[in-house]
């Protein structure tokens, strides 16, 4: 199993001089609170292949007054950012590993109750995702996730060489990870929880400065590209691959919001300090989300396109519809834990520890 600690406690110990270096754009400080919505995106009313970044709310099962505001029920309130140092731990991570389920042009979350109305999008996890899909529709669902018990929904634009889909093959790696410091703090995303990383008609700028950019697309020895490389080595072992992480600090007020962003934000650096901390604005600290994915593309990349256009409007969205006690032992487990799991919850370097699913991926 190969990893890599998440991508901000990382490029933090170096912020500016690593970003410049690298072309990863900047990191979010302290006055910068970091939140998703802040990232840059196009005006309200801009359309990109069939998506629109307009906010969308319309009445749907989630919300049913329609105003795109989604109450946590409870919310999480009274809540400080921690600002605490545990034992170092290089890795506090779990994977969800999920196959692609189906291809189709909707999106439950930026047009709910709207079939047909986004561009293409591939589904992983949850089998029954699609424009009408609510909290209550996916949960307990069946799912392509090695674990059962993971019915969430994870989607992003479909990739075409041509005319010709490309589906990434087998289970993906969805990394679960601490994004702050305190990886102590760290506790499961509420039920019903979701959010859109990214935005298709943001700018190749905007992608690469995008607070969740990790390494951009990479193939054979090419890497941090913004948009697809010309080519790639034409060998069966080469593939197309992106990295990409997700916010992880929640307003602990809000499932959604009308622009499925403002209520997550990015961990801040703690001034003085190499520390990430979550803002006072979203002190709740979740998994941190990171998609690794590998679509079975190489050679002349001339034709290769996503559904919403360039390499660079990529993007993904995710619904969380986990059974509530296997998230919370995954999470304690291998995050609160300082562990580097498998989807088993189990970490081959740490033996000893055990693993938090029995051999059929199941809380016992």
């Given at each position: 199993m190969r990893s890599s600690p998440a991508r901000l406690p990382a490029l933090l110990l170096g912020t500016t001089l690593i970003a410049g270096l690298l072309g990863l754009g900047t990191i979010a400080t302290a006055?910068?609170?970091?939140?998703?919505?802040a990232a840059p995106t196009a005006p309200a009313a801009a359309h990109h292949s069939g998506h629109t970044t307009a906010?969308?709310?319309?009445?749907?099962?989630?919300?049913?007054?329609?105003?795109?505001?989604?109450?946590?029920?409870?919310?999480?309130?009274?809540?400080?950012?921690?600002?605490?140092?545990?034992?170092?731990?290089?890795?506090?991570?779990?994977?969800?590993?999920?196959?692609?389920?189906?291809?189709?042009?909707?999106?439950?979350?930026?047009?709910?109750?709207?079939?047909?109305?986004?561009?293409?999008?591939?589904?992983?996890?949850?089998?029954?995702?699609?424009?009408?899909?609510?909290?209550?529709?996916?949960?307990?669902?069946?799912?392509?996730?090695?674990?059962?018990?993971?019915?969430?929904?994870y989607w992003m634009p479909s990739l075409y060489d041509g005319d010709r889909k490309i589906l990434p093959v087998g289970p993906q790696v969805i990394y679960y990870k601490a994004g702050v410091t305190d990886y102590t703090s760290v506790r499961p995303f509420p039920k019903g929880l979701r959010f859109v990383v990214g935005d298709p008609a943001q700018t190749a700028q905007q992608f690469r400065s995008h607070k969740g950019f990790v390494e951009g697309w990479e193939c054979g020895d090419s890497f941090f590209n913004v948009d697809f490389p010309a080519s790639c080595p034409s060998r069966p072992d080469v593939q197309l691959n992106l990295r990409m992480q997700a916010p992880s600090c929640w307003n602990g007020l809000h499932l959604d919001t009308p622009d499925h962003r403002s209520h997550m934000a990015y961990p801040v650096v703690k001034p003085g300090t190499n520390d990430n901390v979550c803002p006072a604005s979203h002190p709740v600290a979740l998994p941190m989300i990171e998609f690794k994915m590998a679509f079975p593309v190489n050679g002349d990349m001339s034709q290769v396109r996503l559904a919403s256009g360039r390499g660079y409007s990529f993007h993904y969205d995710f619904f969380n519809a986990w059974e509530e006690r296997t998230l919370k032992a995954m999470v304690d487990h291998c995050i609160v834990g300082g562990l580097q799991c498998d989807p088993r919850g189990y970490d081959e370097t740490h033996p000893q520890r055990g693993a938090v699913l029995d051999a059929q991926y199941r809380l016992p």
């Open positions: 006055a910068d609170p970091g939140g998703e919505a906010l969308s709310a319309r009445a749907s099962g989630d919300d049913p007054d329609g105003d795109g505001y989604i109450p946590a029920v409870p919310q999480v309130t009274g809540v400080t950012p921690s600002h605490a140092t545990p034992p170092p731990r290089y890795f506090h991570e779990f994977q969800a590993n999920c196959a692609v389920t189906h291809t189709a042009p909707d999106d439950p979350i930026v047009y709910p109750g709207q079939p047909g109305r986004s561009h293409d999008h591939t589904f992983m996890g949850n089998t029954s995702t699609g424009a009408d899909s609510t909290t209550a529709s996916l949960h307990g669902g069946t799912t392509t996730c090695k674990a059962p018990a993971d019915a969430s929904a």
